[in-house]
């Protein structure tokens, strides 16, 4: 059984900056492919940002490419994400995510998916004010 848990969110001003981890236990974390999600009220939870099992690929959604970047530090069984020139659409509760399930090795398969992923955490509130 894998067990996220996040931390690090909080209330910041149009403009700037926080920087949110995830730190997985239970598991072999640098078999896992890793991603954050995001769910703003009404809305359904959707794709932020995601990394390889050693991180040499990452990828992200359309609405945060050149602002975030998701990194992880498997000696640390921690995934990052650095959140830089945040805006009030940024607001939301912030997942991360495990997919424990996919095959290891070989080209690493970008997953965007809520299902792609099996393990996920309690998440952690980000607000933006503008």
């Known amino acids: 059984q894998v067990q996220l848990v996040e931390s690090g969110g909080g209330l910041v001003q149009t403009g700037g900056s926080l920087r949110l981890s995830c730190v997985a236990s239970g598991g072999t974390f640098s078999r896992y492919g890793m991603g954050w999600f995001r769910q703003a009220p009404g809305k359904e939870r959707e794709f932020v940002a995601g990394?390889?099992?050693?991180?040499?690929?990452?990828y992200y959604a359309d609405s945060v490419k050149g602002r975030f970047t998701i990194s992880r530090d498997n000696a640390k069984n921690t995934v990052y994400l650095q959140m830089n020139s945040l805006k009030p659409e940024d607001t939301a509760v912030y997942y991360c995510a495990a997919d424990a399930r996919g095959v290891y090795g070989g080209t690493y398969r970008p997953r965007y998916r809520r299902d792609e992923y099996n393990y996920w955490g309690q998440g952690t509130q980000v607000t933006v004010s503008s």
């Open positions: 990394i390889s099992w050693s991180g040499g690929i990452t």
